[in-house]
């Protein structure tokens, strides 16, 4: 009888929970933190939105669920070409968008998807132009 050797790696089953963890992190790297799943924040991108007890070490401000839950909204807006506020239309490479940052980012994603180099966000903050932001203290009275 002819004994069979058989390899270490192969006598042992796949590492289901390595494997399930990779997948997760390929599809959302943002809740992997530290090599363990942060299920608050999975939830969140599910739209399970909860209250917590305990808030981490994080960058956290007011209204920041209110703000996840937005980016999470599906757009239903259309990005349409200005040629005549455009500058060399025909031979530029680059693209000009005005419009509420979060929207069009949110348009952009799906359609620009590993095609994007560089967004510039300009928020109009003193620029002098009529805005609801307050830039000076005592504009609003309050300060």
């Known amino acids: 009888m002819q004994k069979t050797i058989i390899p270490q790696a192969e006598s042992k089953s796949a590492d289901l929970i390595a494997q399930n963890l990779e997948q997760l992190k390929q599809i959302f790297p943002e809740v992997v933190k530290e090599g363990k799943v942060d299920f608050e924040a999975l939830n969140d991108l599910l739209g399970n939105y909860g209250d917590t007890a305990e808030e981490r070490f994080a960058l956290n401000w ?75 203290p005592g504009a609003d009275g309050a300060r």
């Open 62 to 136: 007011a209204g920041k669920a209110n703000a996840r839950r937005e980016a999470q909204k599906r757009s239903t807006g259309t990005l349409r070409p200005c040629p005549e506020e455009s500058v060399d239309w025909d031979t530029t490479d680059n693209l000009y968008i005005e419009g509420d940052n979060l929207e069009v980012l949110k348009l952009l994603q799906k359609s620009y998807h590993s095609r994007v180099k560089m967004i510039y966000i300009d928020p109009p903050y003193n620029t002098g132009k009529d805005f609801v932001y307050k830039d000076k």
